[in-house]
């Protein structure tokens, strides 16, 4: 535990000079990988801990951006009311898809959580009176919290802040009684309700706490980009999220949170060079699922025990 | 007041009648083997007790409080633990893994996010007191899956005493294993606190008169005897349906 | 007689649902695979078509060039890929999430942003009248076609040995394989089975729906949803859900504009509530 203390802290010192260092429009890229980080993270507990797969996470990116984003247009809000206000609404969005997706598993979960977040796409997409459609909200301002959040430095501070906790949460969150619980349900649901376990009640608060923290992410990419479209509910987000998670390595909240900086880095990074970036993060699924199964901390795990035996 | 009252069970599946109105009785601290050919219902009639089946009619009382129709975790709480026919363990969690989830499900500790399980410091001193206890503190940071059979079987049976349960339910806790690791599982149960009510599904005779102190013998979803080891071993329809059937199928 | 019009269109764009609905049902039930990729079998079918009528001009090669090359395309990636990956579901979706952005993004390369309409083929290019107004016979033939496949499916279901093969594969697999039945070859056969109909839908949808960027998503998820509603692994699902959500889209489009999705994702979260398996799944 100390180790890991001292990681987190050296860590958070590393992130905290990064502004000193990098210009205004990669410090915006870095606070980008952060807030997707924090999502793949979310995504992990359910498909790495709790083993709840889902095609479906983007819908709770969404509802916390869209809440936040219509109580600041359309209703003109507070935003100390509309922030938290997004990550109650993903976190009840959460409850109500787990409650109808929760009886079925495997390829069946994917399609349901998958459908589900298609509705949700679907009313942002068709009711263009409240949500605008196709063309999203576009002049949501980055907040003021005690101090203007406007610039790059400022909100980059902002998002670590978030992020850093939420991370540090999801760790404890993981080791935990109810993390080693979701373990034990991946691994065998009649074993564990043999020994008492309410196994839905668990996976149900699992899938829940994911979609509150799916929905602060929205929440801070909303204020990342001030706007908000339909696309932050695409299952290609969903998606995203998915390859950032196995990737990065499921079941370790510090891969996905790499996966996440580097599939956004090589979109930034690819973009700029070819049109066809599509194509090679099609090509990053393929190998991946063929190459690299456990992901990166998976390989380097493999890399450091073939040292050992050396 | 009985431990354990099983009364008229019956259990359909889709027209075959795996059930066919069983009725037993075990008093608190009894240990009690169901012998019976494969396919006389012995694990459905297990699965009915411990919930992972509801049983079509008939009723289940644990000590006096009806449990027929509550879901496996929720008997699990009221003092029911039960080992599975094909091991059913962790494995990919160490055997102190696997022991600790047991003992948090005996013990309640569900719903706790913070403080890590490793802070819990009753909980983990009593999955380490369980591994010595019954031998297995050398295997402690072993996968399960890395285990000899025997030694699963051992986990598996140590998993279910964690919670101090009142009713056991052993399916075929020596299925596949040697002599010598027969002997091991064998000795375990007999090291049990005698205020533990067991009842222990065997396909082994032998086993099965060592530790049991009275026999139900099944057969076609029925129970056809009932006994100490005198009167099963008398019983002429006992030997001519199941005794006959052992030497064959063993 | 508006009401006619609309419910002919509801039914005839339920028969090319039906199409590609039927082969994502077939797919999950015989080997539990959710196949992402089936909207773009439809997408390239539909691109693969138009090459093929703009070379050719016959509409009638086309409808069974472009589904034999996308199911060789299926067979490849069902024997290559998904077949390493049996049951396991998290691979199997990242796989076909894959090539469902290296399909679009090769078909943008190959065919251009553009929407691509298929001309319709000569007979069928005129329009009867229908109670004093003129409707397409396309439309008509859709249905037609469609009733046609679905009878041809069902009796290779029920009546040979490949369907028997299949039934006993989709009850289960191991069984199935300890009977003696070759389940890889099976799995072949089915999933290019699946993505020859989804191929087919878009030669047969060209002249309506048409090709385009995007479409392959749109028609995946109406395709989920129709399986959804109808129940995974059953036939019949596939054709009473296709039906039921191309007449709930086509009198949505209509009546409700402004929610023209929502007639549809309603009615699938009602049924998702109430029978998780669908109308005709089995649990």
Redesign the interface.
């Known amino acids: 535990m100390g180790r890991a203390l001292l990681i987190a802290l050296i860590g958070a010192a590393a992130f905290a000079v990064l502004p000193a260092l990098l210009p205004s429009y990669y410090l915006g890229l870095v606070t980008k990988m952060m807030i997707f980080a924090l999502f793949a993270m979310s995504l992990d507990l359910m498909v790495g801990y709790a083993g709840l797969a889902s095609l479906g996470h983007a819908a709770f990116f969404g509802l916390g951006a869209y809440t936040v984003g219509l109580l600041i247009v359309r209703a003109h809000v507070s935003e100390w009311i509309a922030f938290p206000a997004g990550v109650l609404a993903a976190t009840a969005g959460g409850a109500l898809f787990a409650a109808l997706a929760l009886r079925a598993r495997g390829s069946y979960l994917l399609m349901i959580t998958l459908a589900l977040a298609q509705v949700v796409w679907g009313i942002a997409f068709g009711w263009r009176t409240l949500t605008g459609g196709d063309d999203g909200l576009p002049g949501i301002p980055r907040p003021v919290y005690f101090i203007s959040l406007a610039g790059e430095t400022a909100f980059f501070y902002f998002v670590l802040l978030f992020t850093g906790i939420s991370a540090l949460l999801l760790a404890a969150i993981v080791r935990s009684p109810f993390g080693r619980a979701l373990r034990g349900i991946r691994e065998s649901e009649t074993r564990m309700q043999a020994l008492g376990f309410n196994v839905w009640r668990h996976q149900f608060t699992a899938f829940v706490i994911a979609a509150g923290f799916a929905g602060l992410a929205g929440c801070l990419y909303v204020y990342h980009n001030r706007f908000v479209s339909p696309d932050f509910l695409h299952v290609v987000v969903s998606a995203e999220a998915l390859i950032m998670v196995i990737l990065g390595g499921v079941g370790t909240l510090l891969g996905p949170a790499i996966g996440a900086a580097l599939i956004i880095f090589l979109e930034d990074f690819i973009s700029s060079q070819t049109q066809r970036w599509l194509l090679i993060l099609g090509i990053i699924y393929v190998a991946t699922t063929l190459y690299a199964p456990r992901g990166i901390i998976g390989l380097y795990k493999e890399y450091t025990a073939r040292k050992k035996q050396r | 007041m009985s431990a354990l009252e099983v009364q008229n069970a019956a259990k359909n599946f889709g027209g075959v009648h795996a059930l066919r109105g069983v009725s037993l009785s075990l008093e608190e601290g009894e240990r009690m083997v169901l012998l019976g050919p494969n396919g006389a219902g012995k694990t459905t009639l297990f699965h009915t007790i411990s919930g992972n089946i509801i049983a079509t009619s008939g009723s289940i009382k644990l000590f006096g409080a009806d449990i027929t129709r509550l879901a496996p975790d929720a008997r699990a709480r009221l003092g029911v633990a039960r080992t599975f026919q094909i091991t059913n363990l962790f494995a990919n969690l160490t055997v102190l893994e696997n022991i600790l989830l047991a003992v948090c499900g005996a013990d309640k500790l569900t719903f706790r996010f913070i403080r890590p399980l490793e802070g819990y410091s009753g909980i983990q001193a009593r999955a380490r007191g369980l591994l010595d206890t019954w031998g297995l503190s050398a295997a402690g940071d072993t996968l399960v899956r890395n285990l000899s059979y025997g030694e699963q079987r051992q986990v598996e049976v140590v998993m279910a005493l964690s919670g101090e349960p009142r009713l056991l339910l052993l399916d075929e806790p020596t299925a596949g294993l040697s002599p010598a690791e027969t002997l091991r599982v064998v000795e375990m149960v007999r090291k049990l606190p005698r205020g533990m009510t067991i009842l222990m599904i065997e396909h082994d005779m032998d086993v099965a008169f060592e530790i049991a102190d009275r026999i139900a013998v099944m057969h076609q979803g029925r129970i056809i005897a009932e006994g100490d080891e005198i009167a099963i071993r008398g019983n002429k329809e006992v030997s001519d349906i199941y005794l006959g059937v052992e030497e064959t199928d063993a | 007689m508006i009401w006619v019009i609309h419910t002919l269109n509801g039914v005839s764009f339920g028969m090319l649902l039906f199409l590609l609905a039927a082969g994502l049902s077939l797919i999950?039930g015989l080997m539990?695979?959710?196949n992402l990729t089936h909207g773009s079998y439809y997408l390239i079918g539909a691109y693969a078509g138009s090459t093929i009528v703009a070379k050719t001009g016959s509409f009638a090669l086309a409808a069974v060039a472009a589904p034999l090359l996308v199911a060789g395309l299926g067979a490849i990636m069902e024997r290559f890929?998904l077949r390493?990956?049996h049951l396991d579901?998290?691979?199997?979706?990242?796989?076909t999430?894959?090539?469902?952005?290296?399909?679009?993004?090769?078909c943008?390369?190959i065919w251009g942003g553009d929407p691509v309409l298929l001309p319709k083929p000569v007979p069928l290019a005129s329009s009867i009248s229908i109670g004093g107004s003129s409707y397409p016979l396309y439309r008509l033939f859709l249905i037609a076609i469609g009733l046609v496949i679905a009878a041809a499916l069902w009796g290779l279901q029920e009546h040979t040995r490949i369907g028997a093969m299949l039934r006993a594969g989709v009850d289960d697999a191991e069984i199935a394989r300890a009977m003696g039945i070759d389940v890889s070859l099976l799995f072949t056969l089915v999933f290019s089975l699946g993505a020859f109909l989804a191929a087919l839908g878009g030669v047969l949808g060209g002249p309506i729906i048409g090709a385009s960027p995007g479409a392959d998503?749109e028609v995946m998820?109406l395709a989920?949803?129709v399986?959804?509603v109808g129940g995974?692994g059953s036939l019949r699902g596939a054709l009473v859900g296709g039906l039921l959500i191309g007449l709930l889209d086509n009198f949505g489009k209509v009546f409700f504009p402004?929610?023209?999705?929502?007639t549809?994702?309603?009615p699938?979260?009602i049924i998702?509530?109430f029978r998780?398996t669908g109308l005709f799944g089995r649990a």
């Open positions: 999950y539990k695979i959710l890929f390493r990956f579901e998290l691979p199997q979706t990242l796989l999430f894959g090539f469902l952005f290296i399909f679009a993004d090769l943008l390369w998503f998820l989920f949803v399986v959804i995974l402004e929610f023209a999705l929502f549809i994702f309603v699938m979260a998702l509530s998780p």
